[in-house]
Every structure is written in structure tokens, then in C-alpha cells.
């Protein structure tokens, strides 16, 4: 008899209670990945996110052999591999943890199906965030929290999360023996196998897995004084190193627990003073908590059309602006070097999210939220559906956020941080000869200037596509036009549904 835990995010051993349940009975455990060729072909996953996951898994495979199992990577749709794993390894439980995205839930409803009808009884746990989130929306009477404050009066009343369980160990009787351990059809794929062109890497910054996501964790958790007085809007988004933990990538593919994570900040606060949510570390896994909760009950959630959180924007598609944004020739040099970063190290620092987000959308070319997102999607580490979304909602002001008349300036606002412009010198070499008052407005500097500096502005790095000081005017005037349209259809719409008075006789 054997037991089968399916890893899917949860790419870990500590933390893990699924993985807890599969070892219960003692039964010999196959701990499986499955790798859909479909997705590998199709999904929007960049280089360095197909890299950092195979690093994931062949961390976590070195660990499990470490306690005489390995993974297996099966090949094929989850539908078509497990009925026939079922049979073959004579399965007679899986396991797996909880995912509330719409795809995996649509996929393990199929699954679970297709284990009862071969037999297999099925357990899946909760691990990926803090709080069930139906018991949040239970606490909230029956709603997803639809702002940040009220979803932390809503864990106040909860209390703590439950404290992580123990980290996986193995009976004898779980081991893998015999053929299946040496079996290399199933180990992990290279990255030639999920469609990478190694060429095309940079340096690995960020190497995937648990091992280096608890060393990762460790080195900043040591650092109580940091950990206390951590306030997120006062990081540097211009420093040349990153100023945040870079965790989020870990706490994605569950390389990290969130719990374990919270619970090592509990004891760092106590007895200190320290920082409050929504700034403070702590209040970034509440952060991470809102838009989980908000999504996993919001139909069309990371989409405008048909999502009752997202006002209705006329966003005016231009695929020559979102190509300019996409591929860093936005001719605004802050902007374009955040744009280089994302595309070769995967991450981002969360304010320059917020300035290309904002030039993207509201504040300069005018383009749909979805289609940053899904930009972001692709080129992200930590590319979370439910984050993702919820992030380009709010910062595009279409759900969540309402002061839409707050916009970034793709010149000032770098400059608060980085006045000699060394961010824009890293990432935009071509520009780095540039006197500083002029790395941020190359536009302006006198042809004399641009030669000296060996990049002709037209020639060697683009002329602005837009002019931000008219276009975020009439960007402005536009979102209020969307706000007014958007309350005159509601009152309009409540107005309708409201029961009509019984006329006196």
C-alpha cells in the first residue's frame, strides 16, 4: 500500500501538514510533482520564474532523499497521470495542500473525483496562508473583508494563526526502495526540459527552495532591531541592493510558511517596541492575507469585466504604448530601468510596482490593468494570482485604493531616494555617462551633453512617448468622469432594487 502526497505549491517539508497527513499511517510514501507539459508550453511563466521553481524542486528533492525518499516529477495533466499512479503504486490515500485559486480548484475537484472512483481516499489540509479563509469570511458574517482595516479587526477577534507543525520526518515503513528510488524518469526536469534557454539568464539572485528560503529568513530574523523598526514606505526602492526581505518569492511557491514566519515575529516584537501593520513586516502577511481572502471569493477576480470590486474604467488598448512599457523605451529613465530590472533579476522593489503600475494606467499611458498584470505575471518570481490582481487593482485605483488624483511622477519621484541617479546608471548603462541633472530628463540635456555622454536621445535611448505633465492631466479628468459614471450607475442601480413605497389610499 503507499500513499501519495502531491506537492503543487507547499514546496516544503517544514510547515507542511498535508505532508503530515500522508505519513499518519506509516504506509510508504511518494511524494510527487506534476509537471503538465501543457503549462510548460502555454503558461505565462518568464525564465527566471521556470528556473527558481526547478531549483525548488530539486531542493526539496535532495531534502526527502536526505530521509530516504525522493520526489517524483510525473509528466502529463494531474487528470490523465493519477488514475493511472493509482493503480500502478496500488495508492490507497493522497494528500495535498489547499489551493483556492479558480484553476486549482476547478482542477482538484476533478482529481478527488477521479481518487474515489479508483478508491483513494482523499485529505487535503490547509498550509498556503495564515487563517482558513472561509474562517475569516465566517468571522466578517458571511463576507470577505473588502478593506485592510476591516479584515485586521477580523483577525484581532481570531487571535493568532495556528503555530507551525513540526517539520517532516520518516518511519522506516515510509521510505522508498527498490527500482523507484534510482527511477530517473522521474526526477527533476532540466531547464532545457521546461522550454529555458539558459543564455538568456542572468546571474541567479534569488535561488529557489526552502533550504535557502529558511536561511533567507534567518539572517533577517537575526536582525531584531531591523525587524522592529521595519516600515515598508520607508525602504528604498532606488538601492542598488534590495531593502526589503525579497521573502515573497519563498512564500509563493510555499518554499516558506507563512506561519512560521509570523510566529518568528511574534517573539522578535514581544517585550519591543516595534512597528504596526499595515507597515510593518508582520503587516505584510496581512497584506498578502486581504487580497487571498477577497479573491477567493470574487468571481473574475483578476479581470475588470464581471469583478464587482473593480469600477469600470475605459482603458483605451494602444499595443505600441504597452510595448514601449514592456520593453523598458518608455523614454522616461526611471521608469524604464525599473522595467530592465523586472525582466533580468525577477524582482522589483513593491514602490517601483507602484510607479509602473501607475505610469501603466492612470497616471500616463492610459492601459488596462490587466494587461500590466499580466506582464507582471510572466516576468515576476513571486507572480501570485491573487496578489497580482489585487495589486493592479488598487494601484490602477480600480478597486480598493480611491484617491486616484495621487500619481507618481516618473521623474520626482526616483529622485527622492536616488538624486545622482546611480539606479538608472545600473540598469540603463547607455545613459550612466549623463551629469545627474540630467539622468532623469535626458530629453533636456543639450546635444553637446548627449554626445559627451555617448547616447543621443532619439537615436540611442527614446524621446518620452508621452509628455507627463499633460497627459496626467487629462488622465486625471478622465478618472473622475469614471468615478461619477461609476456612482450614478450604482445609486441608479440601488435605486432599482430598492422595494417601492405603497401609495396612501
Given at each position: 500500500m503507499t500513499t501519495v502526497h502531491w506537492f503543487r505549491k507547499g514546496l516544503r517539508l517544514h510547515d507542511?501538514?498535508?505532508?503530515?497527513?500522508?505519513?499518519?499511517?506509516?504506509?510508504?510514501?511518494?511524494?510527487?510533482?506534476v509537471l503538465d507539459p501543457w503549462f510548460v508550453k502555454n503558461a505565462r511563466v518568464g525564465v527566471n520564474r521556470w528556473r527558481f521553481l526547478s531549483q525548488a524542486l530539486r531542493d526539496l528533492d535532495d531534502s526527502l532523499r536526505k530521509l530516504k525518499s525522493r520526489l517524483f516529477v510525473v509528466r502529463g495533466s494531474p487528470e490523465e497521470v493519477f488514475?493511472?499512479?493509482?493503480?500502478?503504486?496500488?495508492?490507497?490515500?493522497?494528500?495535498?495542500?489547499?489551493?483556492?485559486?479558480?484553476?486549482?480548484?476547478?482542477?482538484?475537484?476533478?482529481?478527488?473525483?477521479?481518487?474515489?472512483?479508483?478508491?483513494?481516499?482523499?485529505?487535503?489540509?490547509?498550509?498556503?496562508t495564515l487563517y482558513r479563509t472561509e474562517k475569516i469570511i465566517e468571522a466578517n458574517f458571511g463576507k470577505a473583508p473588502l478593506t485592510y482595516v476591516s479584515l485586521e479587526k477580523v483577525v484581532s477577534k481570531l487571535g493568532h494563526p495556528p503555530k507551525p507543525v513540526d517539520t517532516l520526518s520518516l518511519p522506516d515503513s515510509c521510505h522508498i526502495h527498490g527500482e523507484a528510488a534510482t527511477d530517473v524518469s522521474y526526477d527533476v526536469p532540466s531547464l532545457k526540459e521546461l522550454g529555458v534557454d539558459e543564455s538568456q539568464l542572468e546571474p541567479c539572485l534569488y535561488p529557489g527552495g526552502e533550504t535557502e528560503a529558511l536561511a533567507r529568513l534567518k539572517i533577517y530574523m537575526e536582525r531584531k532591531s531591523w525587524v522592529c523598526k521595519f516600515e515598508k514606505p520607508k525602504t528604498?526602492?532606488?538601492?542598488?541592493?534590495?531593502?526589503?526581505?525579497?521573502?515573497?518569492?519563498?512564500?509563493?511557491?510555499?518554499?516558506?510558511?507563512?506561519?512560521?514566519?509570523?510566529?518568528?515575529?511574534?517573539?522578535?516584537?514581544?517585550?519591543?517596541?516595534?512597528?504596526?501593520?499595515?507597515?510593518?513586516?508582520?503587516?505584510?502577511?496581512?497584506?498578502?492575507?486581504?487580497?487571498?481572502?477577497?479573491?477567493?471569493?470574487?468571481?473574475?477576480?483578476?479581470?475588470?469585466?464581471?469583478?464587482?470590486?473593480?469600477?469600470q474604467i475605459p482603458w483605451v488598448r494602444d499595443e505600441k504604448l504597452m510595448d514601449a512599457w514592456t520593453n523598458a523605451r518608455t523614454g522616461y529613465p526611471f521608469i524604464d530601468a525599473i522595467m530592465?530590472?523586472?525582466?533580468?533579476?525577477?524582482?522589483?522593489?513593491?514602490?517601483?510596482?507602484?510607479?509602473?503600475?501607475?505610469?501603466?494606467?492612470?497616471?500616463?499611458?492610459?492601459?488596462?490593468?490587466?494587461?500590466?498584470?499580466?506582464?507582471?505575471?510572466?516576468?515576476?518570481?513571486?507572480?501570485?494570482?491573487?496578489?497580482?490582481?489585487?495589486?493592479?487593482?488598487?494601484?490602477?485605483?480600480?478597486?480598493?485604493?480611491?484617491?486616484?488624483f495621487r500619481v507618481y511622477s516618473p521623474i520626482a519621484f526616483g529622485k527622492n531616494t536616488d538624486k545622482h541617479g546611480d539606479y538608472i546608471r545600473k540598469y540603463l548603462p547607455q545613459l550612466a555617462k549623463y551629469p545627474e541633472n540630467y539622468i532623469y530628463e535626458p530629453w533636456k540635456a543639450p546635444l553637446a551633453t548627449q554626445r559627451a555622454a555617448g547616447c543621443i536621445i532619439g537615436q540611442d535611448y527614446p524621446r518620452p512617448i508621452v509628455d507627463h505633465s499633460v497627459i496626467m492631466k487629462r488622465n486625471l479628468d478622465r478618472m473622475a468622469k469614471a468615478y461619477k459614471a461609476g456612482k450614478e450607475k450604482k445609486a441608479s442601480s440601488d435605486n432599482q432594487s430598492s422595494p417601492k413605497k405603497k401609495m396612501k389610499k
Open positions: 507542511n501538514p498535508a505532508l503530515l497527513a500522508a505519513v499518519k499511517e506509516g504506509a510508504e510514501l511518494r511524494p510527487v510533482f488514475p493511472t499512479l493509482f493503480k500502478k503504486w496500488d495508492v490507497q490515500k493522497i494528500t495535498w495542500e489547499i489551493d483556492t485559486e479558480p484553476y486549482a480548484q476547478t482542477r482538484d475537484e476533478k482529481v478527488e473525483r477521479l481518487a474515489k472512483e479508483s478508491g483513494v481516499e482523499v485529505v487535503c489540509r490547509h498550509g498556503h528604498s526602492p532606488t538601492s542598488l541592493q534590495p531593502s526589503t526581505t525579497v521573502l515573497s518569492p519563498y512564500l509563493k511557491f510555499g518554499c516558506l510558511s507563512p506561519r512560521t514566519m509570523y510566529h518568528q515575529l511574534i517573539q522578535i516584537y514581544k517585550g519591543s517596541a516595534h512597528t504596526k501593520p499595515p507597515v510593518s513586516l508582520l503587516g505584510q502577511l496581512l497584506w498578502r492575507e486581504f487580497f487571498y481572502t477577497v479573491g477567493a471569493v470574487t468571481p473574475n477576480f483578476d479581470r475588470m469585466e464581471g469583478n464587482a470590486v473593480c469600477r530592465t530590472q523586472l525582466r533580468k533579476e525577477g524582482w522589483i522593489h513593491h514602490l517601483s510596482r507602484h510607479a509602473v503600475a501607475c505610469f501603466l494606467t492612470r497616471g500616463d499611458l492610459w492601459q488596462p490593468w490587466e494587461d500590466g498584470m499580466k506582464v507582471f505575471e510572466e516576468l515576476l518570481l513571486d507572480a501570485d494570482w491573487f496578489l497580482n490582481a489585487g495589486n493592479w487593482m488598487w494601484l490602477s485605483a480600480s478597486a480598493f485604493f480611491n484617491s486616484y
